[in-house]
């Protein structure tokens, strides 16, 4: 397990010189489209994520992945948020839906961000589900009245 956070992690660093070309930094004559190395780190992200085998180690790499969206123009989901919404969820019982480290709409997103915010009221984590609905800018009024 260690090993595989390692390697990814590698994996991660190795993307950063993306950075220098993003910049206007040195580039070789003839190197590849930036827009397309840009898309094959994202969807190298996106794998890497579906390939975790344990809620820790989707943890791990999530915070890892966390400023890469500054850094890389990710076609995927937004590393930072899902990095933040797995910090609230140690502890709660509640695991990080694979459907978030896909692809998908803002819509879909916020069902997924509420089915954790009811998950988490389910489980009498009022203030994480706070947190979760803010994140995903969900209307926290309703947590509220049900939390009374």
């Not at 992200?45 to 579906?50: F, G, P, S």
């Not at 984590?125 to 800018?137: P, W």
Request: with cysteine.
């Amino acid at each position: 397990m260690i090993w595989q956070i390692r390697k990814r992690k590698d994996i991660v660093i190795d993307l950063f010189p993306l950075v220098q070309l993003r910049n206007g930094g040195p580039g070789t004559a003839g190197s590849l489209p930036l827009q397309w190395v840009e898309s094959q780190a994202s969807v190298l992200l996106l794998a890497m994520l579906q390939c975790c085998s344990s809620q820790y180690d989707l943890h791990r790499l999530l915070q890892l992945l966390a400023d890469v969206d500054k850094l890389l123009k990710s076609n995927g989901p937004d590393f930072r948020k899902l990095s933040q919404l797995s910090k609230l969820l140690q502890g709660s019982g509640v695991t990080l839906p694979q459907r978030l480290l896909q692809c998908i709409p803002p819509s879909i997103q916020q069902e997924e961000f509420q089915l954790i915010v009811d998950a988490l009221q389910t489980g009498g984590h009022y203030s994480q589900a706070r947190q979760v609905a803010e994140l995903g800018d969900l209307p926290v009024h309703r947590l509220l009245l049900s939390q009374v």
